[in-house]
């Protein structure tokens, strides 16, 4: 279970509140790069976890802190939503070519929150939990959460680049600290687990012997442009130590051309697409119960 | 621009049909983990890339090659959905315990497609491009791309488990060498990037020198588990080579209790949350062309 | 069955065209505040309600009504985005600093509705019905559409802050004066239910005995606030006359450390997470047909 | 900020795994009707409100309480989803008729989860923030609280119903409980702010004097049957003190018929829809930096 | 404005209550192919309409007759939940085949809607504003009508061969009906248009000169399968008149390869994608207050 | 199976870099008329289609087409975004006029992008498969593929008015004269099949004989407005020559009173609504394991 504490994570501090740069902070809580994903993701991997309870732990720990971040921020919209505590709103607001490019305010910060941070993003596009990644296994897992952080904190970077607020600046060199560590501890697991398995997951399956060539080999699927002869991808060894880069030039169309079977009738896919054929499989379940045509129909 | 092959990318052939297999292949498509994420997803971190030419032959022939991998799948569908070429089917379909414990047909494989393969998921959820990652940053894209295949394989390895059809069973397993040469392909661009870049992403923003101690510190956020002494998180260098791991336990607080200022009254917050104050700098540009009160509002 | 009246349900007058608050109406028209999701809430509620006539009546009568309403909406939205009758449009538009605060245009009602409202809110977020809030039971349905009416009513009275044109306003005002009525007529079912059933839906469900203490305790989850003495909440009598409040403080944990069973092989989950157990109740449907496992997987 | 307790908020017990359970109880963690909807309600609503600090600490407290609701649910589906404890297992899953009925299994679960809870429903759909009702206000906010309140215990309650399971049947007369609570706290609030402001969200608005008739009225839409004479909402004083209950029948359409203008060129529209008009508002967006016309569009 | 009779549209007559049909029944409410999709097509369309009055008429009477459409589905709905009046539901219900081929059961019909129908489609995707065509251009919309109203008669077709159950079949061959008339119209206002207009939306814009080769030629990009001779796309007049169908085979590369700018360095695109260029025109904004950089980002 | 070629489909030529005019153009990639949609629409119809080889051959000839579109607009995308060419830019971005009315930038363009499209609409809503309209039937597949082209059309027609750009508008008429000959061959197909079949889809359903009459006949559903006498739709032969057209006024009520069940006791469904009936056939899997009942819940 959790517990709330009163303070805060880190300090937030708004020297100039900003309502257009509260609006892009909405891309940090609700944004498939934001605190919302992340929380989830972490909290929904580390509930389900089988595994050693230090894994466990771990995600749990880093899920509860980004409960915390999405505090700070929401914190930080709310005040960046305020009233001005000096004429500098003014440079901000009335200098409409700030304003224009920067894509304006979030309307629903005003009808919908009451000036309030919402949980979505930038363009009030709400948070989805479709945005999680999990894949139901440590180094899967481990690989989404290292990218989730590698793009949070991208967009830390360049929100930082958005504003000249000291205190807005300070509070996002934290996350973007955070975001580092964040990067470096779920890379440290992967570590642990060893590259034999880390580098292609599952990692507990191998291969099938005859698809060893496909394993390791690039396609080319560009009509013009020739793998390139020196990169890392086209030659040497592959990182899990099995096997070899090698180049198919051009990519090897080792399927057939498809040739369905015509419709049966029940499916009303329209006389140039239907067949004298058997019902399919799943056509057999219509009139399922009786089994008889109705004329009419 | 593209053009087509008459030729599949991979045999697809299907002993038994079977339309409870067809449902689970849609998770491979239209899923968070599914190919039409992956080909977005390259698609468009290719179009947009803007550094040396060869990273971006690289993302535009692979989302050229997850092309390839939708139309395998969706012809698979297809094919399972067809009438029963032998009374196997029967063996599928009528054993009531597997369908049941399969979650049965897609209804709208018959209802929308008229058996065909869908642009969404097991569950019939539509494909979102809310699920594309993309940082905009050939690191952050990386780490993202080799999460992508890594949930992709294990989602693979598991519709393995679940078909004791050949051709099935041969298709998976081309789709499970594939998705491993993709693994080891964007781990092979992090390698080229060098870990003092690709570990921290983006490379190019350093951590501000006070917040150096945050950025390598495992904030512990369990109230009753001590973080391990021996794991590779809490003690030893960093992945980046500039920072030594420790541990922060418990989680400082290293912020304030929130105070956030009263709602001015035209926000309508409630006479409990407003105050005598300054119109916010958002509140400003209510009745902002002539900033008169209508007393009956 | 459904009729239209040529006539629009109240008025729509635009003195001033003003694209801008178009976009802010569109909020009312598809936002989770908006007549679409009461108009759906109360119809599905009413088609589905199997008591007294007259609770029926009253649901459908209602949607009937906010189907008006989004007419009347969208007639506003198509006025607003109509040419000038006078040169007041320019002191809408070519007032940037208005413009850049209320978030500018929505560029889709020029690019699809061809200057027309369309389903969506103010940022252009389609109209979900996963917005509807619907509990098949007439309490929790009650309960529901008080809640959205006052919703409503709040955003109305800020739309109506945010313009000066008359006609607008009036409109404003009896949409408001309807969210009122609204408001105050599911409450009237409500007390026609009593408090006993209405406070604590489903009425007909009582607590378990041994809940008796959960069911009116406080559980104070906040580390360093102590709960308040003098709240309604803390002390004194229950609304639904069957138990009287108090406070365990801390919040106490009633449950166990979880301790989930390592997974079976079939679900790949990694060799971390792995034991050899029995096959899960899930996993027994993987190779269900034929139950053998397959060496090179 | 946040911290987490090694043990559950309530002890899950699962007597008889069931995964076809584990699938409804995912209806509870990520429906419109879940713990993910009112923890995200709840946090959200508490970091941006600007009232007395007991109604913030009230908020906060109880979302905090249902992140720990999130993970009990996530674990007894975890559990559901386990290795068979004994034989009652089959009775579960291989009575078709039981399976069949109740939908069978969410295929997510073993191919997304690798046996794991999901951040999303029983149909497979993600949680989305869009479920998230917030006013922005006390009162308005306090209605959505007791709505989710009570359509979360409506649906534990048919959960309950579902499962024979004595754990399980614990673990939910628990969340009835405090479902219980929640509703009653919420009412609390209400009652705390008095009939006058609470009934008529937002409490700082009155309605305009001319509209006065339509605040307390009730319209009848439907063509025959006649409002009931005897009901609460058509006569009798109005819960916020202010009005008295009348009826309009039938519904008095007050507007006029609507009559747009023409659209120009630009839009467009055809030629059916193209008046020799006035440019529109938005219209003079169109062409704007230059304004001249090319021939050939 | 809109009103209510008591009667449904048509007939609702259920003799053996089956839930799971009562499921697929869901897709014509909900789904991309359903009535709510149609009627908040028609709705919109009609509202913003700017033209003749009888295609607005035209538009707002077909939206109403739909919502009665979507009434006489939701009671179909709640009827196919209802206690069984006769043994027959036995066969449907304990038939586990059919059951299980047919998806089984909507679980949200028990648990959310209390055996109601819901704004959903058959897998309980809620319905979405999204599923809605309009393109502010009456041919564009006849021509979405059109097609929203042949699928909605092919998904009918399906559902007809899906049940024995002489009300059901009687209800769904009166909407195929209606979907007929509904074709039938929409290509009514089609044909008074005239095919020069209609044949090509938006009709009044005409494909500039130096395009007239591309608006009229088949591109072929297929690398293997030559257009055929003879199709009616491939020679021959264009519909509207203004052309003559050619082909072009293979489709011809008309553009350069693409070569993007690198990115200036407050991207953080990283130092491969960076380049010592100026701002881009976005960059502008960043920092634009007082432009000045700050050494530890 | 797929190939890339390096050139795009048509030269992207950017005069003046215009962020605002960036965001408009999303709207042709990943909006409900954009390439995204066409493309999936196609791909999948494509891959489904069980017919005449020539048929499936158009519909992937032209999804490969249209994924090249999805290129060049992404390209033209990231090269509005780019760094000023010329002085001309500060026209664009410093005349906050013209911002302002466009809706300024999509923040995420910089946010997540890092300059790049992103596949979304011009509000940054996510692209959704949701919008790919398929009916499983040649002649449902044409219909929406006319509209989808027709609405795209229009799209583009507009987006044409809001550029002054010469290599802008040079690319947008090169779309429009692609959607001219897209319009033009699925009309193809449909003169092909033939009026019989292809006014009525699906083609090989006969409307029920009792039942003609509602298949040929305008409900007029106007209280007001009397169906026009001389409209192509309300006399005269049909399309398909099955029937004539006529009017039935006012829209009969061909239905009854809808009169629902009570619920069962175990659906909670309050003691309004509650009766004392058999178990609905839905209830009967409720305890479905045991059929007891707990007394206290």
Known sequence: MFFHHRDLAYTVRVDKPNPVFARMLQQAIGGPEGELRVMTQYMFQGFGYRGPKKYRD???????????????LATAVAMN??????????EVITNPA??????????????????AALPSDANGVPFSAGYVDTGGNLIANMRANVAAEAIGRTLAARL???????????????????????????????????????TNAPGDLENAPDQQDNAYAYFNHLMDSPAPVDARWTSGPSFDGKGTFSVKEPAPPLGQEPDLQPAPP???AGVDATGNVARSAMGRFVRGVTDKVTPSS
Chains 1, 2, 3, 4, 5, 6 share one sequence.
């Open 160 to 198: 930082l680049e958005m504003t000249d607020d000291p205190g807005m600046q300070d509070m996002l060199r934290f996350l973007i600290a955070r975001d580092t560590m964040h990067q470096q501890q779920w890379l440290a697991v992967l570590e642990e687990l060893g590259p034999e398995m880390a």
């Open 58 to 72: 771990l995600l749990l720990s880093t899920a509860t802190e980004e409960m915390g971040h999405v505090e700070v």
């Open 266 to 268: 029940e499916v009303h």
């Open 98 to 115: 700030v304003a224009a490019r920067m894509g304006a305010l979030e309307p629903r910060h005003f009808l919908t929150g009451g000036l």
């Open 81 to 90: 939503l305020e009233g001005a505590k000096s004429e500098m709103v003014d």
